[in-house]
């Protein structure tokens, strides 16, 4: 009864949308599918939704095989990144426009377009005109009419991505009550974004995608306390985690001149070369650390990401509050070696703060 | 500064406006008066310069054996051949050009974009080049000096204009928004009428327009294919002409050639402002 699908490849020109891609997607539960601009997330979800034929795999849905389902019998409901709505229509008509489709009776339209525009809070915009809305409001109602389907497979393409910071932060608020109490247990909610803050908030099973592929698939805490490689590691954190090359030597870790005592965790590690990885934000302004020189300071918010370049190695430090500083400039900085993360040479993670393997 | 551009545009606009309806000015007057007036010295202004008189219009409705030259029907001819292929061409062209902007098409090295490209090839020929050919194929059908071979030949130099102005115009009409309206449940005809045709009025009544204006200003191909039965309203204005240049016949009916053009005009100017695709796509 399970949305699954089986080895999807498409490959329209010589590089891959998809690749050997595989899942088995439960009713009633959040699928966040995490990866960069092009890592195939739109490929995948116009897939599901049938506006795209892969060039092999299946995907089965209820036990039917859904590839020989045209789009409009499908019941999927998706939200694009751009404001999709139909601009000739008004909100009530743009919501109503999918369930006149499905040829319901009037007394049902009304009462799901009316519980819709309760859920995206849009009462009383009814007769607007689609034009006359912000770009936020837009993108509510595109969400209503998908809502207002009622359908069992409901794709979310980066949907906020194309809206300013404030209004991101109350509509990912907002999205997370509406995915947990105005849906019904049936559906399937795929959510696609590049934000991982997104993923660790709207906290599903996360599917993280690069160049077509899955890297990693699991909870949101696990992708983000042990990403298996360094890939999914720059992906799955945003700015993505400092990788150092540095060498380890009994009870030391060294790069650039600089010593760091090795963490508890990392005791069992052999003497040699690894990727050392450390997210920005547990590295830490500090008059006793290393001096560093900064690159560029950009103000992001209420934070500050410093960009510190000391030899080859560049590194990326996020100061939780708003401070000037000049390019050049040198800075002492401190690494929290509790949370190093090790990787090989070759990428696979070896050992995590949250988990220690053996490799 | 700004009086300075201010005035200047000013300026411009009413020496533009002068430049275009100075024409339209001299033909009113022109087409009231009679052969003394337009020829023995300059006059403008009726009633003060010269005597005005209807003479000039009389002629384009009588018949020509009480000494008029008939432009009634030649009216009729040229607004029931212009109409009907512009109308043809614009849901012909609208379809071909919507297949064209949204589906791929391959036929040896033939792509999308060359066959775009070889409907708006048939205007690039001067006109004369498919004279020859058209004669020879109205009257191998036998429609040569018929409005029906006229609709047929005008919908051929029509549909060009009308794929291009659509292809361009659908083009920019964001797919996604065909991609929503299958996914709401429509398949791909009712996606195209219910979702797709409404929101491109604009473009409809650009290519529209275009037609009209081609259809109605075509002088050549109407005096190559006919010849007694069927005449159209350009052909005829120029068979006005004689020995005696009859300027107050031609002034009128010049004026009311382009009548119909003004009136479209006017009407279409306001729907051209009035609607745009500003919701679809941020």
Known sequence: MNLVAKNLTYKPDDQYHLNDVSFNFEKGRLYTILGRTLSGKTTLLKTIAGLLNPDSGNINFEDKNFSKVPVWERNVAMVYQQFINYPHLSVYENISFPLKQRKLNEEDIKKNVDDALKTVGLVGFENRKIQELSGGQQQRVALARSLAKKAKILLLDEPLVNLDYKLREQLREEFKTIFNEGLANETILIYSTTDPQEVMELNGEVIVLDEGKVLQTGPAKDIFENPINLKVAEISNDPPMNIINGLKIDGKITFENINIKLPKHLSQLDNKNYNFGIRSSEIKLDDSGEEFEIELAEISGSETLLHLKRGSTKVIALIEEVMNFKIHEKVKVEFNSDKFYVFAEDGKLISSPYRIKNG | ?282
């Open chain 2, 1 to 282: 500064m700004e009086k300075l551009y201010k005035f200047l545009k000013y300026t411009f606009i009413i020496l533009w406006t002068v430049f275009i309806v100075a024409p339209f000015l001299w033909a009113i007057s022109t087409s009231f008066k009679d052969f003394q007036s337009v020829n023995s010295k300059v006059t403008y202004i009726p009633w003060l310069d010269f005597e005005p008189t209807l003479e000039g219009w009389r002629v384009l409705v009588k018949s020509p054996a009480r000494g008029g030259v008939d432009i009634v029907e030649p009216y009729f001819n040229s607004l029931f051949v212009t109409c009907t292929a512009s109308l043809i061409s614009i849901v012909l062209g609208t379809l071909a050009a919507y297949a064209l902007s949204r589906f791929t098409f391959k036929a040896g090295f033939v792509r999308n974009n060359d066959i775009t490209f070889f409907f708006i090839s048939q205007r690039i020929m001067p006109p004369i080049v498919l004279s020859i050919p058209f004669f020879i194929f109205l009257s191998t059908i036998g429609l040569l000096d018929s409005l029906i071979g006229l609709v047929v030949v005008y919908i051929v130099l029509l549909m060009p204009i009308a794929v291009w102005i659509m292809v361009d115009f659908f083009n920019r009409v964001p797919k996604e928004l065909d991609e929503t309206a299958l996914i709401d449940g429509c398949n791909p005809y009712q996606a195209f009428y219910k979702v797709v045709l409404p929101n491109s009025i604009p473009g409809l009544i650009v290519a529209g327009m275009f037609c009209i204006i081609f259809g109605w200003i075509d002088f050549f191909f109407a005096f190559i294919l006919t010849f007694t039965e069927v005449q159209l309203l350009p052909v005829k204005v120029v068979a006005l002409n004689s020995s005696i240049t009859p300027w107050w016949s031609l002034s009128a009916s010049a004026l009311i050639s382009v009548a119909p053009l003004i009136i479209v005009a006017f009407v279409v100017e306001r729907y051209l402002s009035k609607g745009n695709l500003s919701g679809a796509l941020k």
